[in-house]
């Protein structure tokens, strides 16, 4: 079993610390490798590093910057098997999934690095004769970034490319579910010419490691994705130094399926949506309002199209739909909203248990029937193959039941009629709704949530921009 190190300046640094945390294969409960729960003095280290190179970093031409990003999506491309192999192997999503990840972060890095020559400014008109008004957009300075473990390797990149592109620099601290692959990272980046610096990696526990990175005075912004928990311990963590946020909280997206929708497409989009990654995924479909008249057609359907779900070893069935749950904690949380909602009056129309499958954290694919909107498992992220279905009346009910949630990430709404969806979009309240289809988001949109599903988005433009601060100069002609 390998032992890791975290990065620190270009360099496969030891921890100062003695505590190691053991990465487990979800699959199989088998250890994988260790990495250092680091101390706040590493995290230190970290950021030091990160500050000493981000004055020489932001002077860099932007198209040079990009480069850089380039030169590690090469390396991300050279070795997609290796890494989408070593993914699947400590977080359990499918081999295909994992693949599209790794060669979806090698777009993205290069999708960023396109922006280079694209960061603009502006000129104001002033009120005063003579006078000239410029807005810069400028490095923030150092970026701490947390991630969580659901797609570790792209969540690298989501953080570190617009960073970097803009002339911040970064440390990162990955899940300490998930650290293999960003070791990997690391190693790749070795390779190409990145100063020392520029990205740093400390590996540990969000009460440890994150934590100190988040109190940090040297940190200019946190970018953190992960649970809404999580999201107040940051904000309260920055606090004192009012640090800038941006926060990817945690979803519970509504898909209203009204009784003119084709019912086959919605069908498979949502059990799509629901296995992926084993429904470990902030914008999969998490509760579904059918239209009454259409509720039980629908119903059984989607049983059927969830029973034909394949869950298995991703490593040794390549032809599994969805792999484990990430840990046990992650199992029994399932267990209990599953358990929770059939005491408070749900109908179980196919699985609620856990999957026959030995080794690993598998549960049953799920459909709950008779679900209302007070329960816990309506109200409550689920993220596992579990679906409640709520019935509804008319459009304006769906709406309100949609928008009733302390989340508001994404939504989903299934119509064949342009009124019906178009007035959906203008009346649910959400970050992202689609039309039809479920998740993906794209890279050049934004991903941002409304209410607790975060501050801030990633993506595109806008998600750019929230990597720099403005800077104003009012200049005086003589
Ligand atoms: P989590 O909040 O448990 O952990 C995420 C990260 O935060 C980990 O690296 C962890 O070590 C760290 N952390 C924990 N406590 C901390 C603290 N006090 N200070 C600083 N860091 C701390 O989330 P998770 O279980 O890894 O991921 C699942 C969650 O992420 C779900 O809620 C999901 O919806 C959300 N998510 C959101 C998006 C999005 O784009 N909005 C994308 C992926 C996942």
Redesign the pocket.
């Known amino acids: 079993m390998r032992n890791y190190d975290n990065f620190i300046n270009g360099k496969f640094t030891p921890s100062t610390g003695r505590e190691r945390i053991t990465c487990i294969n979800p699959s199989t409960g088998d250890a994988i490798c260790t990495a250092p729960d680091s101390t706040p003095a590493d995290v230190e280290e970290a950021i030091s590093a990160a500050s000493a190179a981000q004055k020489s970093w932001a002077r860099r031409p932007a198209v040079e910057r990009a480069q850089a990003l380039r030169a590690i999506a090469a390396k991300i491309r050279e070795n997609v098997e290796p890494l989408a192999r070593l993914i699947t192997e400590e977080q359990g999503k499918t081999l295909g999934l994992a693949r599209v990840e790794v060669a979806f972060t090698a777009d993205y890095m290069d999708y960023m690095a396109e922006w280079a020559r694209r960061i603009e400014g502006e000129i104001l008109e002033s009120d005063r004769p003579g006078e000239t008004i410029l807005l810069f957009r400028q490095a923030i300075g150092v970026i701490g970034g ?6 570790p390797f792209f969540l690298i990149a989501r953080k570190a490319a617009p960073a970097l592109v803009t002339g911040n620099t970064i440390v990162l ?5 998930t650290p293999h692959n960003a070791v990997k990272f690391c190693e790749l980046m070795a390779m190409t010419d990145l100063p020392p610096g520029v990205i740093n990696i400390v590996h540990g ?3 440890g490691a ?2 100190a ?2 109190a940090s005075p040297k940190i200019g912004m946190i970018s ?7 999201g107040s ?2 904000m309260a ?1 920055a606090a004192p130094n009012i640090t800038k946020l941006n926060l ?4 519970k997206a509504p898909a209203i399926v009204m009784a003119d929708a084709d019912l086959a497409m919605a069908v498979k989009a949502v059990t799509a949506s629901r296995v992926i990654n084993s429904g470990q995924v ?1 914008n999969c479909a998490e509760r579904i309002y059918v239209q009454g008249k259409i509720a039980d057609e629908f119903t059984e359907k989607l049983a059927a199209a969830m029973q034909a779900t394949r869950c298995g070893n991703p490593l040794a069935d390549a032809a599994a739909d969805y792999g484990p749950l990430i840990n046990q904690a992650g199992y029994n949380k399932v267990e209990a909203l599953v358990r929770g909602a059939l005491a408070e009056g749900a109908t179980l129309v196919t699985g609620g248990q856990r999957h026959e499958l030995e080794g690993g954290y598998y549960y049953q694919p799920t459909v709950l029937a008779d679900c209302r909107q007070d329960m816990e498992i309506v109200r409550k ?1 689920i ?1 596992g193959p579990v679906i409640p279905v709520v019935k509804f009346d008319d459009l304006d009910q769906a709406i309100d039941f949609a928008n009733d949630s302390d989340y508001g ?1 994404t939504s989903s709404i299934y119509t064949r009629d342009l009124n019906t969806a178009l007035r959906a979009c203008q009346e649910i309240h959400f970050g992202e709704t689609y039309i039809n289809r479920e998740n993906f988001e794209a890279m050049q949109g934004f ?1 941002a ?1 409304v209410r607790k ?2 501050i801030g988005g ?1 993506d595109g433009k806008h998600g750019l921009y929230e990597f720099t601060q403005t800077h104003v100069v009012y200049m005086q002609r003589g």
């Open positions: 947390i991630l969580p473990w659901n797609f601290k990955p899940s300490e579910e526990r969000g009460a994150g934590k990175l988040c953190f994705t992960g649970s809404v928990e999580t311990a940051i963590a990817e909280l945690g979803g902030c992220e993220f990430l991903h949530g599903s975060g990633a």
